[in-house]
């Protein structure tokens, strides 16, 4: 009889600790632009809602996450999926929109804004995209799924 430990898939784990990693890396970005944000830095003037949702609370969030994924918690696997999608969808953005050409404005204040063109890295769009589709498909597989099906342990 295979014991509890023995039935874990191993790329859960592997996945649990690689957002654990990317979760530890990130968290001083957070960190600094929370209180970039606080501080009304310059650098945070045209910053959106979810973009500072995005880079101030995702780091955190996905370090707890991984977490939760080594667990097995069920909320810890739909943000894992809820997160693919989101950065494959952020990839697929630039294929579609595609480069844009430099641009200069004027402001009131006669300061000259420029914004540079931006070329699109096909390769590493297409990269990112077949990683998190892998690893969804992976995810979504009713093996791996399964692993999740039992309520957390308190």
């Not at 830095?41 to 609370?57: C, D, E, R, Y």
Request: glycine share 8%; aromatic share 10%.
């Amino acid at each position: 009889m295979q014991t509890a430990r023995t039935r874990r898939a191993v790329f859960l784990t592997v996945i649990g600790w690689i957002f654990i990693c990317v979760g530890a890396i990130t968290i001083p970005v957070s960190f600094i632009s929370s209180l970039m944000f606080l501080a009304k830095s310059h650098g945070t003037a045209n910053a959106s809602f979810w973009g500072a949702l995005a880079v101030i609370g995702g780091p955190p969030a996905t370090l707890i996450a991984g977490i939760g994924l080594l667990r097995r918690w069920r909320w810890a696997y739909g943000y894992a999926v809820v997160l693919l999608i989101v950065v494959a969808a952020y990839n697929v953005v630039p294929l579609i929109v595609g480069s844009t050409p430099e641009r200069s404005t004027v402001s009131p204040d006669g300061v000259i804004h420029t914004v540079l063109a931006t070329n699109v890295d096909y390769p590493f769009h297409l990269l990112v995209i077949a990683i998190c589709v892998g690893v969804l498909a992976k995810l979504l597989a009713p093996a791996t799924r399964a692993e999740f099906s039992h309520r957390p342990e308190a």
